[in-house]
């Protein structure tokens, strides 16, 4: 490991950050939201017969002209199979009579089943409390608030999606358990590409799976308030202010994050600088203006995280990074970080891609380990020390001036700290970092 001696200019002290995040709720947006209640045990399953409802966009050719339409006849376990077009719509499925709804468009090329919300209309699909619905092969655009939102739910099956420019999330789950997001993408959102948050506590915690998803040119490519049982894994997460983000706050129930996976991933190239310029209007208040560009993963807080197993290069500022969550003011013993583990990850790309710092640390909280990683060169703090190797159960050595440094790096002061360098080439992906019309 050696030394890295960049300095930072004008650090933002921790009241000042905490009073920033602290301006705006998580899930905060020009919506209204439903009152987030305990999900409780899976709904059972309807009993048939089952009918399956079309839908399309030419007279007599179909069930229905909209989608809205085919939800409020169809019953609980039936389909609706949605044709090519453009429905510019709004989908809400509410309740249990609506369980086990399947909802299918083009899950082969889900660009040609477009809901378009004109910058009007609050989400695509908004899903309350109808446990084991299904959303496949949709494209979602132009939403004020949310591309697919699913709340109060058990079980969701979120796959073959494309969710564009909306408002706040693309794919969104919130005091949900049991879910899947897969084999989706989301680009150009306000906020973040994906998002699952305020996961209940659980003693037989049913696991939610985020499998082969790709989440680009947002501030955020995956964030998770106080997210728990989730397993992110074979996706990638580029060209976005900052990568991936466990965190906890006291803005939603349930903090801290915990007990989450993130492996096999590449998180790489999380250099896109939103405040010079971005295909959505960048937030002024809240999270997302102290985002740290040039992030690939951050742990704020959290316990029993296991990043494993990702390749993680050309983040301008630092691979991985874990600090304890000063946000968190009504729950002070949810601030620490505990029990996480940073191993068997590659940095750097061979050398051919590095990130700015691979690892940086404020040294907060106990039983937190760090490797062996591959590729590792610069640390913050370089004292190796800092980074005890897997497994650990002892006290980590806080470091003030560490902690000092990095919440210094608290929105476009994290410019102060990158390391720019041409990347190497990857086929189909070039990199963003100032968006130009």
Not at 127 to 151: H, K, L, S, W
Not at 242 to 257: K, W
Not at 406 to 423: D, E, I, K, T, Y
Request: charged share 20%; proline share 6%; net charge positive.
């Amino acid at each position: 490991m050696r030394r890295n001696d960049r300095t930072v200019k004008a650090p933002l002290t921790v009241a000042a950050i905490a009073a920033g995040l602290l301006l705006t709720p998580a899930v905060a947006g020009a919506q209204t939201y439903p009152e987030p209640r305990e999900p409780g045990k899976i709904a059972p399953k309807p009993r048939g017969p089952f009918k399956t409802h079309t839908v399309c966009k030419k007279k007599k050719r179909c069930d229905f002209r909209s989608i809205h339409k085919a939800v409020n006849a169809a019953k609980a376990g039936d389909k609706i199979a949605v044709r090519r077009g453009v429905y510019r719509e709004a989908v809400t499925i509410s309740g249990r009579k609506k369980r086990y709804l399947r909802i299918i468009g083009d899950r082969r090329h889900p660009r040609r089943v477009v809901l378009d919300g004109r910058n009007k209309k609050q989400n695509g699909f908004f899903v309350n409390g109808a446990d084991e619905i299904t959303i496949a092969g949709f494209m979602t655009r132009n939403y004020r608030a949310n591309g697919f939102f699913v709340v109060n739910n058990v079980g969701y099956t979120l796959t073959d999606l494309v969710a564009a420019k909306s408002g706040v999330y693309g794919v969104y789950a919130f005091n949900s358990k049991g879910g899947e997001m897969s084999d989706s993408e989301a680009y150009y959102h306000s906020d973040a590409g994906f998002y699952i948050g305020q996961t209940p506590q659980q003693s037989n915690p049913v696991r939610s799976i985020v499998r082969n998803v790709s989440s680009w040119g947002n501030p955020i490519g995956f964030s998770a308030t106080n997210m728990r049982y989730v397993t992110i894994t074979r996706s990638r997460f580029f060209n976005n202010g900052l990568g991936i983000v466990p965190n906890a706050l006291d803005s939603e129930r349930f903090p801290p994050a915990e007990d989450n996976v993130v492996t096999d991933n590449d998180v790489f190239w999380n250099n896109f600088n939103f405040h010079q310029g971005a295909p959505f209007k960048p937030k002024e208040t809240g999270v997302v203006p102290l985002v740290p560009i040039g992030t690939g993963i951050l742990l704020l807080g959290g316990r029993g995280h296991q990043v494993e197993g990702n390749r993680v290069f050309g983040n301008y500022l630092v691979g991985v990074a874990a600090v304890e969550s000063i946000l968190v003011q009504d729950t002070p013993e949810a601030r620490t970080l505990r029990n996480n583990r940073v191993t068997g990850n590659d940095f750097g790309l061979g050398g051919e891609d590095r990130n700015g710092m691979d690892l940086a640390y404020d040294g907060n909280g106990t039983g937190n380990c760090w490797g062996p990683n591959s590729g590792v060169q610069v640390t913050l703090p370089a004292d190796a020390a800092m980074f005890p190797a897997c497994p650990f159960d002892g006290a980590n050595a806080f470091n003030s001036d560490a902690q000092g440094r990095l919440f210094g790096f608290a929105g476009a002061n994290a410019l102060n700290g990158w390391v720019r360098h041409p990347h190497k080439p990857r086929a189909g992906v070039k990199p963003l970092e100032v968006y130009k019309r």
